[in-house]
């Protein structure tokens, strides 16, 4: 778990029935909602507790913490919170003395809008992880998305323009996956040459890509 400054702790904790009402869960999230013992705020990133100017585009972001019943994430209710709450979220789940992490890129305005697909991370032992010395709730929240992802993010890019190079990324893997298959079942040999072209093109891509800096 993230070694968050003591001046973000919160700890405030709410009774799962109170989200089942804000969010007019349906009859599937709630019963989603039955693997959970408890909810906790657990911590809340911003210029307040950072000692810095506050960004427009991120104001906070809430460490949620969700006492588990059963090894089993309820990701439905989760994701159905989520578009209710107007500020950036990181999900942690405890059970047995044992963790799992849940994350997903948000763009906030009038509503939350998720823009990306959910990382979650398997349940293991926690660790401690320092964070970086950083000065910006911005820089804190692509720090954790870099973390969950497993890319590098660069220094100079937004949370959203990594997760733009994420999933470009994500693309170009996929599309190496394809031409590789292609090449093993392509029998005529100008056909099967245009494929290992378009993959070595792919390579580069990602090689530019994956560098930590542009």
Do not use: C, W
């Not at 954790?144 to 890319?151: A, D, F, N, P, Q």
């Not at 890019?157 to 733009?164: A, G, H, V």
């Amino acid at each position: 778990m993230f070694n968050f400054s003591s001046k973000t702790y919160v700890g405030k904790e709410y009774k799962v029935s109170d989200f089942l009402t804000q969010i007019n869960a349906t009859k599937d999230v709630k019963e989603d909602s039955k693997k959970i013992k408890s909810i906790m705020f657990k911590n809340v990133i911003n210029a307040q507790s950072l000692n810095t100017i506050e960004d427009k585009d991120y104001k906070n972001i809430y460490i949620i913490l969700i006492s588990l019943k059963e090894r089993n994430i309820p990701k439905l209710f989760v994701e159905e919170l989520d578009k209710n709450i107007l500020f950036h979220t990181y999900y942690i789940f405890d059970f047995n003395n044992e963790i799992s992490t849940m994350i997903a890129y948000k763009e906030i305005g009038s509503t939350a809008k998720i823009g990306s697909k959910y990382y979650i991370r398997d349940f293991h032992k926690q660790n401690a992880i320092d964070i970086p010395s950083v000065n910006s709730v911005k820089d804190i929240y692509k720090f954790i998305l870099g973390y969950e992802v497993g890319i590098v993010p660069r220094a100079t890019e937004s949370p959203s323009e990594y997760i733009t190079r994420v999933k470009a990324i994500n693309k170009l893997n996929f599309q190496m996956s394809k031409t590789e298959s292609a090449i093993i079942y392509e029998t005529q040999p100008k056909k099967k040459f245009e494929y290992n072209e378009r993959l070595r093109k792919y390579k580069k891509e990602l090689v530019e890509l994956m560098r930590a800096e542009e």
